[in-house]
């Protein structure tokens, strides 16, 4: 495990986008494991800073994305399918075919899980895999539970996550109760993991996720098991691992 320390979320991006950037340069056709949420977006900007510079091309790339809600797709406002295009895919030169979600729209659960699986499964390895955490440990909507789910599932969101996404909808009935996310295998067995944590909010469940004992209940403490896992968390988030 590694630990860089940011002064910032403006350097915490530009860390995280720089690891990103180089690891495709370094191999152009890298599969890219991404997430949504507020965390990364700054580290997706800068990225495509980089593309538009000329210094890095995405072309050859391939992505797949950590979850979706369940209903919603694209053309929905408040899908993870419209946020990466909104803050990623369509400022670089990524084909649209090479990008990949789960389908919140296919309501068959068993199907999307087993689909999403083989997308993943059939690139053999995620090369570097972003992460944000969740305030109740949560990695994609991994969510607390009995037992670490290995592949993708149908998951119904616990209410601190609603709550939490709450900002972006309208009101709290509208936000999703379930999503599809990527299960902790394809996780684990990436290659590298980049997990982004910001904020004093993030401070506790930081701590416990790196230093305390590994439980589903706290599903990031996982991650403790990955042989190459890169935490990039500012000064307030870190706050509690000096």
Known sequence: MRI??????DELSARAAEI???????????????ATGSTPVGA????????RAGRVSFSECHTVNLDEYVGLGPGDEQSYHTFMWENLFSHIDIPAEHTNLPDGKNLD??????????????????????LGIGHN????????ADYFAAGTHHVELDESTIEANRRFFSSREEVPKS??????????????????????????????????????????????LHSDLIVIADEAAAGKLA
């Open 179 to 224: 999503a599809y996310s990527m299960g902790l295998a394809p996780i684990l067995h990436a290659k590298r993991v980049l997990l982004m944590v910001s904020g004093e909010a993030k401070a506790d469940v930081l701590y416990k996720s790196l230093t305390g004992p590994i439980t589903p209940q706290v599903p990031a403490s996982i991650l403790q």
């Open 20 to 34: 990103l950037v180089a690891q495709v340069l370094l191999k152009p056709k890298s599969v890219l494991g991404l």
């Open 109 to 130: 659960a068993a199907a999307e899980c087993a689909r999403y699986d083989k997308v993943i499964a059939d690139f053999g390895a995620i090369d570097i895999q972003i």
């Open 44 to 51: 997706y900007q800068k990225m495509a800073e980089v593309c």
């Open 137 to 144: 440990g949560h990695i994609a909507f991994n969510e607390p």
């Open 4 to 9: 860089i320390q940011a002064a910032n979320y």
